[in-house]
């Protein structure tokens, strides 16, 4: 999907508050919020905005630990039964297919280092797990909203 100069902005602002009005967009872009309010239709419909979710503080929730863990799937079994395995943990907050020696990388959250470490021997014990190797967080150092490709432009 092409975007112009308004359609830009209009995924920028959101990107940083995902709450703002059509009303305070419209006045950012310069048009009228039901136009807006149409583009941001468009913009869903073709799947460029996926939805809207709040952004939580990890430790504010209790969860403190993160850790990213690489996974190496069996020999010759289907990947697709370890992903619904993978995805069914509730402390795998992202998967990713990875190129390389593992076929996933996941980043984990926990309340503590005993609870991550439960987890690991939980997903060490899933059918279809070759092996793992875990790297903990020790402090998150950036993190933010994805970089749009436009974010450069005049």
């Known amino acids: ?42 913009l869903e419909q073709a799947g460029v905005i996926r939805g809207y979710r709040a952004v939580l503080d990890p430790e504010a929730v209790g969860l403190p630990v993160t850790a990213f863990v690489m996974i190496a799937p069996q020999p010759r079994t289907p990947a697709r039964e370890l992903v619904a395995r993978l995805e069914a943990l509730p402390e795998v907050e992202a998967l990713y297919a990875v190129a390389g020696v593992y076929s996933f990388m996941a980043k984990v959250r926990a309340q503590s280092t005993a609870e991550l ?18 790297t903990m967080v020790l402090r998150t150092v950036v ?10 432009e005049p």
């Open 143 to 152: 993190e933010r909203a994805m970089h749009l490709p436009f974010d450069a």
């Open 117 to 134: 470490d439960a987890l690991l021997d939980r997903l060490f014990m899933l059918e279809g797990v070759e092996r793992t190797e875990t």
């Open 1 to 42: 999907m092409p975007f112009d100069a308004v359609d830009r902005r209009i995924i920028e602002l959101l990107r940083d508050d995902g709450r703002a009005s059509h009303a305070s967009l419209a006045k950012a872009v310069g048009l009228s919020a039901p136009a807006v309010g149409e583009r941001v239709r468009k």
